[in-house]
């Protein structure tokens, strides 16, 4: 091993939003291995979750992480409904899919934008932040909020998209389509970015496989997953649309995805605006009474990728225990191989490229009794207890 | 013209302080620099260090964690320095104060200038919040 040299970046770093801390080890330009270190940002949500009844819990994922304040709700509704089996009105369902997209767009705009940043390529990030606006302010007049929007309720939404709301949002959609065609083509047709991109950062299938990462990321290296094909759920059967996937697996690919899955969202938002034309009227909550105990799965695509939430309910009227995992618990460590034998100049974008998304992703891994400030358990330990959990589940479960 | 008036008179850079957030007031704070709202035209702009800045804006509420941290950026920013709270979580610790890594909201760690409560506050209510702070000094 040769002489090592620490490049720091963070905690508190122009270049991140968030705090923490990335430690870059290189041998001269060429980074070696990097480390990340986590935990400012860990707020102890799942242990609020307990206490908050299960309509309340809706105002806690959604803060869990701002730009993708739907999915996470949108997680939790698919688990709490699975538990009482409710049957979800045909009209909330479209509502439901119609924010998913509306916000898998400002999503990938805003990355689009910030990937640009980091390249210091500064006319996408304005030209992408600038269209992204309008997809707010729709999201405005539609909620109420340009980004906790708290449309989501056990059995439906909260608010209805009104008729004379349907023209406005087409016009939106309108509008921003030859928008998004001059982002892309100068992404796509630039020059200078194929020169920067391609071949950095580098994700192959097997890499995938070996972390679990989802959503665009192994989309981008031509692993075909999707949660809205795969497991269906809202509207995503009703609705005519493909999951685009790339083969390169580096930086490019990732924004080819991203830019590409934009096209499927408006039009997958277009088929819910007729959907919603022909459930005139239609109810947009079902009565749900109450939760009977049980355990209560729910997947979601987030614009980052797969969220899933478990939540165990045993009668009473909050969960007793909420277990969150983001998209980007699986996605961030792909640094190893995406950085590693790169250059620290190219480090940045290739960690940009998976979208991080690090308040998703905070935890914190110890048990203490709080009475006494002793220590009972450490991650190792729990890491062992958890295996020994899933192969109890595996012989209780998957024997017949 | 005392120190106060004369430091806050022209351009005011601002540094931007995650402190334990949820990103929707960062995104919303980026979101001042974009065409829609611009807040270049204030004179103001988001620095990378904070020994630039006039301004720190907290975000978030503080955990643990990060307390040493943003007492130690406090101490290394040049006085006089004024410190906004944005959003719910920053002003009173909001949805997460029950929360066992919070650590008291901003200003029992700092002292805070302005409170811009909303969550998360438009970038509309952070410009004028900190246009009115700046009409107070």
């Excluded at chain 1, 708290?150 to 209805?160: E, L, N």
């Excluded at chain 2, 990060?66 to 130690?72: F, Y």
């Excluded at chain 2, 009173?92 to 506050?121: E, H, L, M, Q, R």
């Amino acid at each position: 091993m040769g002489k090592r040299t620490l490049v720091p970046i963070g905690p508190y770093h122009p270049l991140l939003e968030e705090p923490e801390f990335f430690k870059l080890y290189c041998d001269g330009e060429i980074v070696k291995e990097v480390v990340w270190e986590t935990g400012y940002n860990h707020r102890s949500i799942e242990k609020i979750c307990e206490s908050k009844t299960f309509e309340q819990v809706f105002y806690v994922v959604e803060r869990i992480c701002g730009i993708c304040s739907t999915s996470h709700p949108f997680a939790y509704a698919n688990a709490v409904e699975s538990i009482p089996g409710v049957d979800v009105p045909i009209r909330a369902k479209y509502i439901r899919t119609i924010i998913g997209e509306l916000e898998r767009i400002h999503s990938h705009l805003l990355w689009v934008g910030l990937a640009g940043h980091f390249l210091g390529y500064n006319t996408v990030f304005m030209w992408a932040w600038k269209y992204r606006e309008p997809v707010l302010d729709m999201f405005e007049i539609i909620t109420g909020n340009r980004n906790s929007y708290a449309m989501f309720t056990i059995g439906g939404v909260r608010r209805d998209i009104k008729e004379e709301q349907y023209p406005q949002l087409e016009k939106l959609l309108d509008e921003f389509k030859p928008k998004l065609d001059l982002i892309t083509g100068a992404v796509m047709d630039d020059p200078v970015l194929h020169a920067r991109l391609k071949g950095v950062g580098v994700l192959t299938a097997e890499d995938i496989h070996d972390f679990g990462a989802v959503g665009p990321v192994a989309r981008a290296s031509g692993v075909d997953i999707d949660v809205r094909r795969d497991d269906p759920y809202a509207a995503y059967d009703m609705v005519d649309w493909k999951v685009i996937t790339a083969q390169a697996g580096d930086v490019f690919a990732k924004a080819e995805v991203r830019l590409l899955e934009l096209y499927e969202s408006i039009s997958i938002i277009r088929q819910c605006i007729e959907g919603l034309k022909k459930e005139k009227g239609g109810e947009i909550k079902a009565k749900v009474k109450e939760i009977p105990p049980g355990i209560g799965i729910g997947r979601a695509e987030a614009p980052r990728g797969e969220v899933f939430h478990f939540v165990k309910s045993d009668g009473s009227n909050s969960p007793v225990r909420h277990k969150v995992r983001a998209p980007s618990f699986t996605c961030i460590p792909t640094f190893r191989r995406s950085c590693v034998g790169g250059t620290i100049a190219d480090a940045a974008i290739s960690l940009a490229a998976v979208d991080p998304c690090y308040c998703c992703t905070e935890r914190m891994a110890q048990v203490y009794n709080y009475s006494t400030g002793k220590r009972i358990m450490n991650a190792a330990e729990l890491i062992k207890l958890s295996q020994k959990r899933t192969e109890e589940f595996k012989t209780k479960f998957l024997k017949g | 013209m005392g120190l106060k008036e004369k430091c806050f008179k022209k351009s005011l850079w601002l540094f931007h302080f995650s402190a334990g957030s949820c990103n929707n007031c960062d995104i919303e704070i980026l979101d001042c620099l974009t065409p829609k709202f611009d807040v270049e035209r204030f004179g103001m702009k988001l620095v990378g260090s904070v020994r630039h800045a006039d301004v720190i804006l907290v975000t978030g509420i503080v955990t643990r964690k990060t307390r040493e941290r943003l007492k130690e950026i406090y101490k290394q920013a040049p006085k006089p320095v004024v410190i906004v709270a944005i959003g719910a979580c920053a002003c009173t610790g909001g949805i997460f104060a029950s929360g066992y890594n919070f650590d008291g909201p901003v200003d029992k760690v700092v002292p805070v200038n302005a409170y811009i409560p909303g969550c998360p506050p438009k970038p509309e209510a952070m410009l004028a919040g900190i246009m009115k702070l700046l009409n107070k000094i």
